[in-house]
Structure formats: C-alpha cells, structure tokens
RNA sequence: GCCGCAAUAGCUCAGUCGGUAGAGCAUUUCAUUCGUAACGAAAAGGUCGCGGGUUCGAGUCCCGCUCGCGGCUCCA
C-alpha cells in the first residue's frame, strides 16, 4: 500500500500501482470525468500512470492551465497522427502545447501543405478520435530510440534523442503513431471532441535561423463543439480590437508605401493625442524630479562607436549619412542614451548635484527588419518617452524603486495589466555583453532587490538582456494575446564608463556614477497600439480625440449648433459639429460608431433654455442641461480620471 | 531576413473557362428640415500595387519588385 496526500493534507491509501484516475474515481465519478492530467511530487504525471509510491498528488481539470495543456499536448500528437497518416515522408520536430493551443513543426518532404488542406487533416483528426485509442506511455533506452526512430526515418526525432540523457527517455503512443515526449497526456484522444487547424508558418528548426525551416501547423481544441464555436467568436471580435484598423477608422495614423515601411504618418487626431499623452507624462515626471532636454535626431557615427551600439547593430541599421565633408558620417539616432550622456558631460558634476534625470520624448530611427514590422508596435521610427537618470551607487535602489512607482501608476491609470520580466544576461555568451561581471552582477542584483522590495513578481529569463546590461521589462498583450514590451527599466554601469562620466565625491576624488535607462510607455507608437487593443478605441473621455459632438435636429438650428460648439471650445472641452443634412438618427447612430463619449443634442427646446440634450456614449439619453453645467460636469469627470496624485 | 498567404473605387468586398470591371457603405447634387442607432432619388468615382513575360487578347496565367497579413528569427 501506498499513501497518498491530497492537497487538503488528506491523506489515503491505496494500492501500489493505483493510477490518478482511479485515485480521482474513488473520490467521484465526476472528479474522474474531468481530469485531464495530475501532478505527483511536482512532477507532471499521467492520469492513467502507475503510481509506486508514497506522494502528494493535485488534480487538473479543464479549467486549470496544466489541464489544457495536457488535452493540446494530446491534440498535438492527434495532429502528427493525422499527417502522418495523410502523407508519405513527413520528419516531425516538435509539437508542444502552448498558450492558446498546440502546434507541430514538420518536414513535409516532398508534400504541400496549404490552407486548403485544413478541413482535410481535421476531418483525419476526427476520425482518429472515434477511434478511441489509447495514448500508451513507454520508456525507452537511449539505443532503442535511436533505432525506432531512426528506421522511421525521423532524423529531427534522432537529433532530439542524440542529446538526452539515457534512462530518462519515453514515448506516448497512440494508433499507428510514436512520438518522442517527456508527457503528461490524456489517457486517450476520445476527449478531443472539437479540432480546428488555424494556420500555417514557417519555423525555424529548433529556433535557429541558420537551420532548415519547417511548417508549423497551428491548431486547437476542445472538448466540446460549442467551446470551439465560442473561441472562433472570440477571436473574430478580437480582430475588430486591430489598433491598425481601430486608428485608420479614427483617423488617428496612416501609412503610404511612398514614405517608407514602417514610417507612421500621424494625422491631426493622432498627433493631438500623443500630445495628451506626453503632457501626462511629462506632468508625472515633472513631479519626480526630471529635467526635459531635446537632442538631434542625427548623431556622429563616433558617438554610436563610442558607445558600442556601432559595433553591435552598425550593419543592420539605416546606414550612416555622408556629408560633402570627405570622411564625416552622421547616423539617424537610434536611442538617446549617447546624446543625454554628452549632457551629463556639459558640465563637472558633483555628488551634490546627482541624482540628475533626463527626460526627453526622442525619436529614434531602428532599421527593423521587414518581415518584424506590425502596424505600429514594431516600426522604423518612433518616439520613446525616454529619460536617463545618472546617480551615485549609492542612490541606485531609491532611484530605480521610484522609477517602478512612475511605471506602476501610469498602468494603473490606463488599467493594464501586466506582467513583469527581469532579463539577465546569458552567462554562457560572455561575447554578447560587454562591460566586467562584477558591474553586471551588481546591476543584476539591484534589480532582482528592487523587485523582492516592491513585491513584485518577475519572471526571470537570462539572455534577454541588453548587450549593455540587465533589464526589467513590463510587458501587456494585445487583443489577441501577444505580448508586446511596454515599459522597461535598465541599469548601466557600462556608458559611463564609455563615456568617461564622472563626478567629484565628498572625498573630493572622481567616481563613476551608474546611470538608468528608463521609458514608462515604452515608445509612443506601441502604448497608443496596445491602448487601442484594449479600449476597442473607447479610449477614456481625458485622451480621446473629440469628446462631445453637437447635432442639431435639423439645418435650423446649425447656427445654435455652432455657438455650441465655439462655447465648449472656449471652455476647453474638445467639442465638434455634425451638420449633415440628415435625420437626428442617422447623426446619432454614425457618432456612436464613430466612439464619441457624449452626444449633445440641440433642437427648438435646447436652444431656446441655452441647453443641450445630453446623450452619453453606449448608455443613451441623460436629459438636458446649461452648456455650462454639461462644460463642468465633464471637466471634473476627466479630473477624476486623472487625479495624478503621484 | 526566412516560410506561407494576399493586393480590384475613399472603406468592406464580388469578379466563373483569359474576352477591356461590379455591389454596399462613404462622397457630390437634388429633395427633405426631421427629437435619440441607417428617409428617398440621381451622379460621380478604378492605369485592377508597380515592372516585365506568355497570348490575337491578361484583373485573371508566369517571373521580378513593392506594400501588407500570419508566423519564425531579431528587437539597442
């Protein structure tokens, strides 16, 4: 007999042997329908696996992330099964579960795969589901899989094997169908009632561009048919949340092949708004302590040596700008670090005078690659709300916490959530960074403190830092879940070294001091992107580009209208007229889809009291009020808003 | 940059077998002067992304480029 701990600290015996769903059945029948994977020990476990021994064991059903991942896992090897059995030659690589889903990286030999085939490989799907077979787990010695898959023709497979560890290698098999794989999955592919293909691309073999590129083959699944009904829904209204279509519909940015790829045109809405936005951010930082400083947008190709960013990314950018000068080149800047370090250097610094903080909203110009430029989260020009902040060592942690309060309040202003990344540096790549490894720890720590201080839960992924150093990144998804990086907080002790800054110290010696790059929304252009994902284009009554609309019930009362209008703008409310000669419905119902909060409406009645008839967005009829009273109602509604009580 | 897919009116899209382009909305004009989500009529609007090729003939087939979309890689 074995003992079994249940996450309640129940414990019970059982047969040594006994698997997690026999456990589950002898709690209920029900518990046992809905489990889709266990975890004994905190080693992920399969349901229908033997257990041998004492452990604690969790349950994980549908609702939980383990469970889906479980049931796309599944799904995953059902989708190989498929092709495998649809076409000759094809070599799988990997085929994991991921956040929505499941996909499988294949070799289609000499077969192609379109579109076209989708409903095909479902429909082979399906029909391997009725046939209800089991997934059988099997370990294997290093030498039998080697052969097995080798015979099978699976070189990708044989690669993967080449470096495991012998004793730790097993299969799930289902049908006619093996796959190489650390598990857990269900015990059958029965659960899989629902399967859509979603799409394909090209992957490079173990995310490596300098190896072959296969076919991923997109997918997912459910367990019931209406789920999968649902989700397509889902996604068909997250599409509609496109910032790319939400700001063409708005008129807020546009694009023409004639400037250029990723090159934004801001239109006069849009350009307004980032306007509001900067003054927010400004205010903020204001109160922080920062100084607003304006540097060019070119720069000496000496400066970008000099800091290192020329030797790193030099080739994969714009290229430099010749004058008629012989020999002298200018870059576009693509950061502002170098520039704000040159004003550190204007003059001699004292430790009385740190901390000092920069704060610029500075256009930058990055030759991204063509294939990474998406609407306006990933362009060629944009402008980050960047500041550097010079300091003592001593001053870092305060430094850096108060950054994280700006960071954090300005989230919880626009209502985003997100999730907090530390990126360390790869210790395995010494060659990607530069500076010495004690300031990197130094800078590592400070951040990894900072964030233990503040409560802060971060993941931390090594690799991801800046080739200058270590970063904490803030990063919130998109309509349909990608995550993009928004703010991001990174300590450096490697410019001022470059760059020879220095300040006098109480001892009257000269020291380094440490600097910040920091950047809250990260650029102008991804924050505008990610703010109208979120709000749809409702963007809240203090950003958005008009905030009331006048519409007169007929061409007579234009000129009412009009003096409406002019008094709002008198009054700072940002006020427009529709003057159209249509009915009040078809004004009503066009201003509504064009996302204006309040509606005022003015006809006979209105103008005769100086009045309008308010209607707010989404929520219909409010009744009339003084233009006056409807001027301040709506100012103390965008001062709640943005009470920056910082 | 790589894999795959697309590009037709301002927008959303149709266009069959290769025979010189069509709808709805928007726009303009006329009519109407209206009370809380689409009144009606008419007109105008296109070098079918660009360049080349095949063909008697190309929006349609082929090649190259540009731009865009979904991923991959990258992201100072």
Redesign the pocket.
């Known amino acids: 007999m074995i003992n079994i701990t249940f996450p309640d600290g129940n414990v019970k015996q059982f047969e040594s042997g006994v698997t997690p769903y026999q456990i589950a059945e002898s709690i209920s029948a029900g518990l046992a329908r809905n489990i889709l994977a266990a975890n004994l020990n905190d080693e992920e476990w399969d349901i229908s696996r033997p257990i041998t021994s004492d452990g604690s064991i969790q349950f994980f059903k549908w609702e939980d992330p383990e469970g889906k991942h479980a049931f796309w896992h599944t799904s995953a090897h059902l989708l190989a099964e498929a092709l495998q059995e649809l076409y000759d030659g094809v070599q799988f690589g990997i085929g994991p579960a991921i956040e929505n889903g499941f996909y499988y990286d294949i070799d289609p030999g000499e077969n192609q795969l ?2 076209a085939d989708f409903e095909k490989i479902e429909k082979k799907m399906a029909e391997l589901v009725a046939r209800k077979e089991a997934v059988v787990r099997r370990d294997i010695s290093k030498a039998d899989a080697l052969k097995f898959f080798g015979d099978g023709g699976q070189q990708l497979k044989c690669e993967l094997i080449s470096e495991l560890e012998d004793g730790h290698i097993t299969t799930y098999t289902q049908g006619n169908f093996t796959d190489l794989c650390r598990g857990p999955h269900l015990p059958s592919t029965e659960p899989i009632k629902a399967v859509k293909v979603l ?6 073999w173990r ?3 300098k190896r072959p ?1 296969l ?2 083959v ?1 997918g997912i699944s459910f367990p019931k048919k209406k789920m999968l009904d649902e989700y397509l829904v889902m996604l068909e209204e997250a599409k509609k949340r ?1 910032h ?2 939400i700001g ?1 519909e708005m008129e807020l940015f546009a ?1 023409s ?1 004639n400037v ?3 090159l934004p045109l801001w239109l006069p809405k849009g350009a307004a708004l980032r306007n509001r936005l900067q003054d927010f951010l400004a205010k903020i930082q204001k109160k922080y302590g920062y100084q607003q400083v304006v540097t060019p947008h070119i720069g000496n190709k000496m400066l970008y040596v000099t800091s290192g ?1 020329y030797a ?2 030099g080739k ?2 714009f290229q430099p700008i010749h004058t008629p000068e012989e020999g002298e080149e200018y870059l576009l800047k ?2 502002n ?1 170098p520039h704000h370090c040159e004003i550190y250097r204007t003059a001699p610094r004292s430790y009385k005078d740190l901390p000092l903080r920069f704060a610029e909203f500075g256009t930058v110009y ?10 306006l989260t ?1 362009v060629r020009c944009f402008c980050q709300d960047d500041a550097h902040l010079f300091c003592t060592p001593d001053q870092l942690k305060q430094e850096f916490l108060g950054v994280m309060d700006i960071i954090s309040y300005i989230f919880s202003i626009f209502g985003f959530e997100y999730e907090a990344q530390i990126s360390l540096r790869d210790p395995n790549h010494p060659e990607k960074y530069v500076g010495s490894d004690e300031n990197w720890e130094k800078a590592e720590r400070a951040i990894i403190e900072a964030c233990e201080e503040k409560g802060l839960k971060a993941r931390q992924e090594t690799g991801e830092a ?2 200058y150093g270590p970063k904490l990144d803030f990063m919130v998804k998109d309509a ?1 879940g ?1 995550r993009w ?1 928004l703010g991001t907080i ?1 300590v450096d002790y490697n410019l001022p070294e470059r760059f020879g800054l220095e300040y006098t110290g109480a001892d009257n010696l000269k020291h380094r001091p440490v600097m910040i ?1 920091r950047a809250p929304f990260g650029s102008l252009e991804r924050f505008i992107a990610v703010l109208l994902e979120h709000t749809a284009g409702k963007l809240p009554l203090w950003l958005v580009p008009d905030q009331c609309v006048v519409l007169p ?4 009362y234009n000129d009412y209208a009009r003096r409406v209008v002019s008094e709002l703008n008198d009054l700072d409310v940002r006020a427009t007229i529709d003057d ?7 004004k ?2 066009d201003n ?2 064009k996302r204006i909060p309040y ?1 005022l ?6 103008e005769a009291a100086g009045e309008v ?1 308010v ?1 707010k ?2 929520e ?2 409010q009744g ?1 009020k003084k233009i006056t009273i409807f001027a301040a109602d709506l100012k103390d509604e965008v001062a709640r808003m943005t009470d920056f009580k910082v």
């Open positions: 379109t579109s799409s394909l691309a090209g992957a490079y995310g490596d561009e590129q076919v991923r997109y496109d790319r279509k063409k694009f092949q250029g790829a990723g960013h790193k990314y994969d950018s693509p950061m670090c990055r030759y991204e690659q063509s294939g990474e430029l998406h609407g990933r800046a080739f349909l990608r990086q990174q790059h019930i007929s061409e007579k159209r000669n249509e009915k009040i419905g078809r009503i119902r509504e889809l509606l409406i003015v006809g006979e009645k209105e008839s209607r967005q989404g219909g009829d009339s």
